[in-house]
Every structure is written in structure tokens, then in C-alpha cells.
């Protein structure tokens, strides 16, 4: 039990950390408006994978994918200023399609709706 309670304080640091870096801005115009949604660090303390959206079509996506990755080296290294920690975790970024997911699960309902709205009122 001890083990998850400190990759779950290592994911908060991590989370924290890096939404802090991309508030501030990195230095690629490649980035647009990300936001990290969550982080999941593996037991061993090894990997990191942060989970982030994107507000844009595909190619915001992409390019701003592109440009965390670019960035690794620098958030691993402003990592190592924050955690206590041997060895710094390595860094991966998943696009989250939850948001996506959620939206189109929305438009669905409010489309059903809409046509069971129709039925009622003919009847």
C-alpha cells in the first residue's frame, strides 16, 4: 500500500509540475493550449505518462504533441529540481480522447433527444 500512496504523490508532483511549466509557456510555438488532464506513473517509478487535450483540430494535436516531445529533456530536467528522488522518472505524452469521447457521447444524446422530442409532439 505504501508503494501507491507514493506514485500517487509522484504523479501529483509530476501533474503539478508540468501544467505549472506550460502555464508559463515553453519556448515552442508548436504548443497550443494543452492542458494535462492526468498522470499515471508506473510502480516502479520509472515512466510517467502524462495525459493531455488539446483545443484545435488534428493538426494542433499533432504539432503540439511534436513539441512536448521535443521538450522532454527539459521537463525531465526541471522534474529533477522538484523531486526528491534518485532517478527521474522518464516522461511519455498520451493525447486523452476522453473529451472527445464525452462531446461526441453529447451530440448523441442531444440528437436522440431532439428526435424523441419530434415523436412526442406528433403524437
Given at each position: 500500500?505504501?508503494?501507491?500512496?507514493?506514485?500517487?504523490?509522484?504523479?501529483?508532483?509530476?501533474h503539478?509540475?508540468?501544467?505549472?511549466i506550460?502555464s508559463r509557456g515553453?519556448?515552442?510555438?508548436?504548443i497550443?493550449?494543452v492542458?494535462?488532464?492526468?498522470?499515471?506513473?508506473?510502480?516502479?517509478?520509472?515512466?510517467?505518462?502524462?495525459?493531455?487535450?488539446?483545443?484545435?483540430d488534428?493538426?494542433?494535436?499533432?504539432?503540439?504533441?511534436?513539441?512536448l516531445?521535443?521538450?522532454?529533456?527539459?521537463?525531465r530536467?526541471?522534474?529533477?529540481?522538484v523531486?526528491?528522488?534518485?532517478?527521474?522518472?522518464?516522461v511519455?505524452?498520451?493525447?486523452?480522447?476522453s473529451?472527445?469521447?464525452g462531446?461526441?457521447?453529447?451530440?448523441?444524446?442531444?440528437?436522440?433527444?431532439?428526435?424523441?422530442g419530434?415523436?412526442?409532439?406528433?403524437?
Open positions: 500500500m505504501k508503494l501507491h500512496k507514493r506514485c500517487d504523490k509522484v504523479a501529483e508532483a509530476i503539478e509540475t508540468v501544467s505549472g506550460l515553453l519556448n515552442d510555438p508548436r497550443g493550449f492542458t494535462i488532464i492526468a498522470v499515471d506513473v508506473t510502480q516502479d517509478l520509472r515512466l510517467a505518462k502524462i495525459y493531455f487535450t488539446v483545443i484545435g488534428d493538426e494542433s494535436k499533432q504539432k503540439s504533441e511534436a513539441g516531445n521535443s521538450a522532454k529533456p527539459y521537463i530536467r526541471e522534474l529533477g529540481r523531486l526528491a528522488m534518485r532517478f527521474i522518472p522518464d511519455m505524452f498520451v493525447y486523452d480522447h473529451q472527445e469521447y462531446s461526441r457521447i453529447d451530440s448523441l444524446l442531444k440528437e436522440i433527444e431532439h428526435e424523441h419530434d415523436d412526442t409532439e406528433h403524437s
